[in-house]
C-alpha cells in the first residue's frame, strides 16, 4: 500500500515538474525593436544646441539647363606658330612650354652667313641707287640743255627705277628679318637674327634647341594668345533646339574651384558621329589659370521654370546621393528605469532621411526631384541637416564596430 501511494507521489511530482518547464519554455524572449538605418534621433540639447530650422518644400523659379562637357579653347585666329623666314642654326633660345611671353620678345637666334651676304647686297645697291639717282639728275639737265639725246635720260630713269625696286626688295627681306637697314647702313653688319614673339601669350610646344639647324619657315614653338579664349562644349542633337545665340554656359574647370561664365556666340551646324554638336561660348572675365585644353563641366541656361525647391542647406551629400531629413514625430519620456511617470520629461526629435534627386543650384535654392508618394506637407530640415548626417554616420560605424 505505502508502495502504491509513493508511485502516485512520484508520478504527480514528475508531471508538475514537466507542466513547470512545459510553461517557461512556451514563454518567448523579449524581442529588441529594430532599428531603421534612415531614422536619426536629437535629443532636446542637441535640437537646441545646433538650432535645428523646419521648412517645406516650395516652387521657386530657377534656370532650366542642358548638361554639357567640353574644353577651354583658342580661336585659330589667336594660335601661332613660331618660325624663322629663313634657315640657319640656333645660338639661344628661352621658349619653355607654359611660360608667357609678350609681344615683341626674343624667344631665340638664329645664326647664317647668309645674313651678312643680304646686308652686304643691300649696302652695296643703296650706294648704287645714290649714284644712279645722281646720274639721272644729270641726264635731265643735259636733255634740258639739248646737250644729251632724251634716249640717254630714258636709258639712265630704268636704271635707276631698278634699283629703287632693288634696294626696297632688300630692305623687306632685312625687315622680315629683324636687322635694321639703318644699322646696315652705319656698317653695323650681323650673322644672327632675333625672332620675336608676334603677340603676347603662353608657349605650348617648343620644337628646338640650341645648335639645332633649322629650314626657312621651319616652326621653333607655337604659342596661343589667351586673352580671347573660349570654351567649346558639346551638346546632343536632341537638346539642340534649345540651345540659342546669348544664352549662359556656366562651366567649372579641372581644379577650378570658382564656377565661370561664357555668351553663346557660335553653334555649330555639323552633327558628329556620336550625335552631338559643337556650341562655342566667348567667356566672360577670362583669367590666367584658363589654359587651352582644359577639361571642363558645364551647364548651358536654356530658360526658367517654377520647380520644387529648398535652400541649398537642406540637401546634404554621402555616398554620391542626395538627401533631405523630414521630422517624423517628437517624443516626450513619460517614465524613468522604475516605469514611475514623470511630467515635464525629456523631448526626443525623431527624422527621417530621405533620397532626392538634385536639378540646378541658383541663388541660394536648390532644385529637388522627390519620391512620388512624398508628402508636401512634410517639415523639411532647413538649418541642421549636415549634423543629422554626421550623427546617422557616426551611430552605423559604432553599429559595425560591433
Do not use: W
Amino acid at each position: 500500500m505505502y508502495k502504491a501511494i509513493y508511485r502516485t507521489f512520484l508520478a504527480s511530482s514528475i508531471f508538475l515538474a514537466a507542466c513547470s518547464s512545459g510553461s517557461k519554455e512556451a514563454t518567448p524572449p523579449p524581442v529588441a525593436e529594430e532599428h531603421d538605418p534612415n531614422v536619426v534621433e536629437f535629443t532636446d540639447e542637441q535640437y537646441k544646441t545646433v538650432g535645428v530650422q523646419l521648412g517645406s518644400v516650395t516652387p521657386v523659379n530657377l534656370s532650366n539647363y542642358i548638361k554639357a562637357s567640353g574644353t577651354i579653347d583658342v580661336p585659330p585666329k589667336d594660335l601661332i606658330s613660331i618660325a624663322s623666314p629663313y634657315g640657319g642654326t640656333v645660338r639661344s633660345t628661352n621658349v619653355i612650354e607654359g611660360k608667357f611671353v609678350s609681344k615683341g620678345q626674343v624667344l631665340a637666334t638664329i645664326e647664317n652667313p647668309e645674313f651678312v651676304q643680304l646686308q652686304q647686297d643691300y649696302l652695296e645697291s643703296s650706294s648704287q641707287l645714290s649714284f644712279l639717282r645722281q646720274d639721272l639728275t644729270r641726264q635731265e639737265e643735259l636733255v634740258r640743255e639739248n646737250i644729251a639725246a632724251r634716249k640717254s635720260l630714258q636709258r639712265a630713269s630704268s636704271e635707276y627705277n631698278s634699283m629703287v625696286a632693288r634696294v626696297e626688295g632688300l630692305r623687306a627681306r632685312l625687315r622680315i628679318a629683324n636687322i635694321n637697314p639703318a644699322n646696315v647702313r652705319a656698317g653695323n653688319f650681323t650673322s644672327r637674327i632675333n625672332i620675336v614673339a608676334p603677340a603676347s601669350g603662353y608657349i605650348t610646344d617648343v620644337f628646338s634647341n640650341i645648335g639645332k639647324y633649322i629650314g626657312a619657315n621651319e616652326v621653333l614653338a607655337n604659342m596661343a594668345n589667351t586673352s580671347n579664349i573660349l570654351v567649346r562644349v558639346k551638346v546632343f542633337e536632341k537638346d539642340l533646339p534649345q540651345v540659342k545665340m546669348g544664352q549662359t554656359i556656366r562651366f567649372r574647370a579641372t581644379g577650378d574651384s570658382v564656377e565661370r561664365n561664357a555668351e553663346v556666340f557660335l553653334i555649330g551646324k555639323d552633327i558628329d558621329t556620336d550625335r552631338t554638336v559643337e556650341v562655342h561660348g566667348r567667356i566672360v572675365n577670362p583669367v590666367a589659370t584658363l589654359l587651352p585644353g582644359m577639361f571642363i563641366n558645364a551647364i548651358m541656361e536654356v530658360g526658367t521654370s517654377t520647380v520644387p525647391a529648398l535652400p541649398q542647406a537642406a540637401v546634404v551629400q554621402s555616398g554620391g546621393k542626395n538627401y533631405i531629413f523630414i521630422e517624423e514625430e517628437v517624443k516626450t519620456a513619460e517614465s524613468d528605469s522604475s516605469g514611475k511617470k514623470e511630467e515635464g520629461g525629456e523631448k526626443h526629435y525623431s527624422f527621417r532621411r530621405i533620397e532626392v534627386g538634385v536639378t540646378v543650384t541658383e541663388n541660394g535654392y536648390t532644385g529637388v526631384i522627390l519620391p512620388e508618394n512624398f508628402d508636401m506637407k512634410s517639415k523639411v530640415v532647413i538649418k541642421g541637416a549636415y549634423d543629422l548626417l554626421s550623427k546617422m554616420n557616426n551611430s552605423e560605424d559604432e553599429e559595425e564596430g560591433h
